[in-house]
């Protein structure tokens, strides 16, 4: 896989005209102790006014579960929530998922170990060893960014014990803001420190703009700021490239695997885009699309399957989890969950096999 340039151009929603490109690199592969090893893929996106940001793209055990699909054994309660029955399941000793069905606890677990992983890349390990500890603090944005784990992930890397401030940042309704009618008040602590990582998911970008403005605008010393975002979009990413004061500090997103398409009305349904270079593993996003599939008019599920659906509300309360799922299936497509788990229960060996091969070989 050679050095990839997407461009861009989305002028229909602020009153400014976002467009670009991306460039990602070649996947460069590194250890990552018990969990065998995985890839990670520098890139920068590049706004047609010159304003830039670095990103880095994630591949491991993981962020693969996280992302795609992956075998597992049946979890009736899991199960029970989608509307299978038990008797439906009971010939069943593997089945295939998707990462939007890996849910509350789970989740949870699973994104601390995706989140460990990735700090133990090059990219983080040259941070550490050219910054103290003292230098180092952490801002998780409720709800989503508690869930993350950063800080412990940075010390189980670098042993180093940083301070968390937590950012109560949410969106509160204001006309004057374009298209989102929404606006970004936050209550913050004060810290004096220079490198700032961020936790949470980029979907239309107002939050994590706003956060990075208002840390700046608070924190002058700041001179670095890494945001940790499992799930980014192009357009979200775009928001945060345009962030004032962004001359001033170096931004780089670290995101899980791909980048995300935000789709209308308001942009926070966020699904994969069909391009295979803009995949580390290509054959990971053909498996999840099948396993998607396509509904009766032969529109494919993953071009609008929302890769977060409720975005905190998964690691909070599955049930409504599913109740979103069900909602966006039923309007987009006029099927519900348990209508596409059923049609994979029996799922062809061939898929199944593709997905087992990929475990084994991330060890």
């Known amino acids: 896989m050679s050095e990839f340039i997407l461009p861009f151009d989305f002028s229909e929603d602020d009153p400014g005209r976002s467009a670009g490109q991306v460039t990602l690199k070649e996947p460069l592969p590194y250890p990552i102790g018990q969990q065998g090893s995985g890839f990670y893929r520098p890139g920068r996106m590049i706004l047609h006014n010159g304003t830039s940001i670095d990103l880095v793209l994630y591949h491991n055990p993981a962020t693969a579960r996280f992302i795609y699909i992956h075998t597992t054994s ?30 509350g606890s789970q989740r949870s677990f699973l994104i601390s170990q995706a ?18 500890q003292t230098q180092i603090a952490v801002f998780p944005i409720a709800r989503e960014g508690l869930k993350y784990q950063v800080t412990e992930a940075i010390y189980a890397n670098s042993g180093y014990l940083c301070d968390e401030v937590i950012l109560d940042a949410h969106h509160v309704f204001d006309s004057s803001v374009p298209v989102f009618s929404r606006k970004v008040e936050m209550k913050i602590q004060h810290e004096h420190i220079t490198v700032a990582f961020i936790a949470d998911s980029i979907a239309s970008g107002l939050v994590m703009r706003e956060v990075i403005n208002k840390i700046k605008e608070r924190f002058p010393r700041i001179q670095w700021v890494e945001v940790i975002a499992p799930f980014a979009t192009l357009r979200g990413l775009c928001r945060i490239t345009e962030c004032d004061g962004s001359e001033n500090i170096h931004i780089r997103v670290h995101s899980f695997e791909t980048l995300l398409n935000a789709l209308p009305p308001d942009y926070y349904y966020s699904a994969h885009i069909n391009t295979p270079e803009l995949h580390i593993r290509p054959e990971l996003e053909q498996a999840y699309r099948l396993w998607w599939g396509q509904d009766e008019a032969g529109n494919w599920i993953a071009d609008t399957a929302c890769a977060g659906y409720g975005w905190s509300e998964v690691f909070y309360s599955p049930r409504k989890q599913i109740e979103m799922i069900n909602q966006q299936l039923t309007e987009r497509h006029n099927l519900t969950i348990v209508d596409i788990l059923r049609r994979n229960l029996f799922a062809s060996s061939s898929s199944v096999a593709l997905v087992q091969q990929t475990q084994a070989n991330q060890g």
């Open 74 to 103: 049946p979890n009736p309660h899991l199960l029970a929530l989608t509307g299978l029955k038990a008797e439906e399941i009971q010939s069943i000793q593997t089945l295939t998922l998707p990462g939007q069905l890996i849910m």
């Open 115 to 132: 989140i460990q992983a990735i700090m133990a890349s090059p990219i983080f390990q040259n941070l550490f060893t050219s910054q103290q």
